[in-house]
């Protein structure tokens, strides 16, 4: 049987060590640990183990892991998002973008006005000859 350290280190479990109590003590010592009983939770093949003087309940790798956890739950965070999304408000203003050859909308727009401009400017020249 292993036993896997809080640390990551992997030992291999000493014959005379037959209680998970005993393998707490083991590798606190030898990792330099504190040998807090309620510090420390132990888990066998993902199970974890709650009888602390009772021999093992079966041969695998016994993990040693700190006791406690983060508080919260799983999830929630996409509802938030969606939420989010739902306020930022969709701009219909579309100068600031680029066109396939790079060149702002902006420009191609004003472009485009200032042709039609010199297009229309002969028909007004006519209009002001007429009156």
Same mark, same amino acid.
């Given at each position: 049987?292993?036993?896997?350290?809080?640390?990551? +280190?992997?030992?291999?479990?000493?014959?005379?060590?037959?209680?998970? *109590?005993? *393998?707490?003590?083991?590798?606190c010592q030898a990792e330099n640990l504190p040998s807090l009983e309620?510090?420390?939770?132990?888990?066998? $093949?993902? @199970?974890?183990?709650? +009888?602390?003087?009772?021999?093992?309940?079966?041969?695998?790798? %016994?993990?040693?892991?700190?006791?406690?956890?983060?508080?919260?739950?799983?999830g929630g965070f996409g509802s938030l998002l969606r939420a989010i999304? *739902?306020?930022?408000? +969709?701009?219909? $203003?579309?100068?600031?973008?680029?066109?396939?050859?790079?060149?702002?909308?902006?420009? %191609?727009? $004003?472009?485009?006005? %200032?042709?039609?401009? %010199?297009?229309?400017?002969?028909?007004?020249?006519?209009?002001? +000859?007429? @009156?």
């Open positions: 049987m292993f036993l896997k350290s809080p640390l990551g +280190k992997t030992f291999c479990c000493p014959p005379n060590i037959s209680t998970p *109590a005993e *393998a707490l003590q083991f590798i309620n510090g420390w939770r132990m888990e066998q $093949n993902g @199970k974890f183990l709650t +009888k602390l003087q009772e021999p093992f309940p079966s041969e695998g790798t %016994v993990s040693i892991l700190p006791s406690g956890g983060l508080l919260g739950g799983k999304g *739902a306020q930022i408000e +969709k701009t219909t $203003n579309h100068e600031a973008m680029r066109d396939l050859s790079g060149r702002r909308q902006r420009d %191609v727009n $004003n472009e485009k006005r %200032v042709r039609d401009y %010199v297009a229309k400017q002969g028909e007004r020249e006519k209009e002001e +000859k007429e @009156k």
